[in-house]
Each structure stands twice: as structure tokens, then as C-alpha cells.
Nanobody
Framework: VQLVESGGGLVQAGGSLRLSCAASGFTFDDYAIGWFRQAPGKEREAISCISTGTGDGRTYYKDSVEGRFTISSDNAKNTVYLQMTSLKPEDTAVYYC?????????????????WGQGTQVTVSA
């Protein structure tokens, strides 16, 4: 099982980045995939999740990123993306993707099952 993040980097405030999370080794459609972040000295937080699968696509966004970040999935590529716009210095963190097994029609954004290694996002003022 692997979740591999990419796309992090250094960007100025107001800029954009797109993160990718490539999944392998498990049945992609059975899971919700989420993006989490952890800034220095702070707890890890869930910022956005998507319930993958054909015809699904339900999403969750943390209030602080809704309207600026967009999560999407390409089921053919087993990949989830996080398009981040209007970035702020407070968005600086290590960003991780994680997977949660769906239960029936419900999906969760907890990072209960699998995790990637993380990618650094730094937003300069």
C-alpha cells in the first residue's frame, strides 16, 4: 500500500499550488482520500476529503480553506488532487494525504487507514 504526495514547494502569498496523491495497493473506490496538514508546533488537522468512486465525489472542506482549495479525484489514475489558491502564510505546513475505508454510504475524514510521507508547503509573506 502506498500513498505518494507530490507538488509541494515554496510560493508567495496569493499564489497557487497543486498537490497530488497517487494511491496504489488498495481498492481506490472503497476509500475516502483526504488531505491533512501539520504546521510546526500545531496539531495535525484535516482540511479536505473526497469520497472516491464512480458517481460519488462527495467532499469535505475545513472552513479556513473552503473557497480557496479544491479537491478532486481521477479514478482512472487512482490519484487525488488538491488545488490550492490564494495561499496565505498560515497555510505553511507539511501536507499529507491519507485514506479512510468507507462504510456503506458514509465516508470519513480521519486518516484511519493509510498515510503518505508528506510534502512541504511554504508560503512566504
Amino acid at each position: 500500500v502506498q500513498l505518494v504526495e507530490s507538488g509541494g514547494g515554496l510560493v508567495q502569498a496569493g499564489g497557487s499550488l497543486r498537490l497530488s496523491c497517487a494511491a496504489s495497493g488498495f481498492t481506490f473506490d472503497d476509500y475516502a482520500i483526504g488531505w491533512f496538514r501539520q504546521a510546526p508546533g500545531k496539531e495535525r488537522e484535516a482540511i479536505s476529503c473526497i469520497s472516491t468512486g464512480t458517481g460519488d465525489g462527495r467532499t469535505y472542506y475545513k472552513d479556513s480553506v473552503e473557497g480557496r482549495f479544491t479537491i478532486s479525484s481521477d479514478n482512472a489514475k487512482n490519484t487525488v488532487y488538491l488545488q490550492m489558491t490564494s495561499l496565505k502564510p498560515e497555510d505553511t505546513a507539511v501536507y499529507y494525504c491519507a485514506a479512510d475505508l468507507k462504510e456503506g454510504s458514509s465516508f470519513y475524514c480521519l486518516g484511519s487507514d493509510y498515510w503518505g510521507q508528506g510534502t512541504q508547503v511554504t508560503v512566504s509573506a
